[in-house]
């Protein structure tokens, strides 16, 4: 399974990227709004930290040709390559609008899945990856680990190259539990990201080693 940063929290994504394996990063219009950063500022910033790791920007355009205005006028504007991914909600301009931009040889992220039909759909519209929403879902009594695993299995079922690209986590147990629903890759806050490799007994352990290799790793380096 892959990894992405779900942040634009510039100090943040220098920290992840310096130490985590990572696949690119997702924005969206509230991730923008939290960092203070105007869309311009944002997208160059972490353009400069992430390299041709994939950046998901979200448009906000409602209707099916401003969205593909939109997203084609991000590609050029910020000089993006293959690494770039339109994110657009599924709803009927969307859905639309998602089929242009595949012809147009723009990748896509569908967001805003909150059910299987809606992915499978997007996903025979042309969508690289289709983004559901675990926790969103899990608070409105639905169950988003399955919602995931009925995803996954109808992209394989189908033959499908679009892959889920689960978003919205409040635990690590819900991360660890996509992974194995055969998830492909998972969009994570920072804070989680820091969680995934921690554990206490991993601390005793290196706690272990250092004070009973001390006095015998008798090689200067």
């Known amino acids: 399974m892959d990894y992405l940063a779900d942040t634009a929290d510039i100090e943040q994504l220098k920290l992840l990227f310096n130490y985590f394996p990572l696949s690119g990063i997702t924005t969206n219009p ?9 869309l311009t500022e ?15 920007v979200q448009v906000i ?3 099916c040709d401003a969205i593909v ?3 084609k006028k991000y590609k050029s504007y910020f000089d993006l390559g293959d690494n770039y991914y339109t994110k657009i909600p599924i709803n009927l301009e969307g859905l639309k609008a998602m089929r242009i931009l595949k012809d147009a040889d723009i990748n896509v992220t569908a967001t805003a899945i909150f059910t299987q039909q809606q992915a499978l759909m997007a996903a025979k519209a042309g969508a690289d990856y289709v983004a559901p929403y675990v926790s ?3 608070n409105i009594a639905s169950r988003g680990i399955d919602v995931v695993q009925d995803i ?7 033959n499908l190259d ?18 194995m629903a055969g998830c492909h ?6 804070e989680l990201l820091l969680q995934l490799i921690h554990h206490p007994m991993t601390d005793s352990s290196i706690e272990t080693f250092l004070k009973d290799g001390k006095d015998i790793y008798n090689i200067d380096f």
Request: aromatic content about 6%.
């Open 42 to 56: 944002a997208i160059n910033a972490i353009q400069k930290i992430v390299g041709y790791s994939s950046i998901h």
């Open 30 to 38: 509230t991730i923008l709004n939290r960092s203070g950063l105007k």
């Open 152 to 158: 996954a299995q109808n992209m394989s079922h189908y």
């Open 162 to 179: 679009t892959e889920v690209l689960a978003a919205s986590f409040k635990t690590v147990d819900q991360i660890y539990r996509v992974s």
């Open 69 to 71: 205005r939109e997203a």
């Open 61 to 63: 355009s409602e209707d």
């Open 185 to 190: 890759a998972a969009t994570i806050s920072p």
């Open 136 to 138: 969103r879902l899990d």
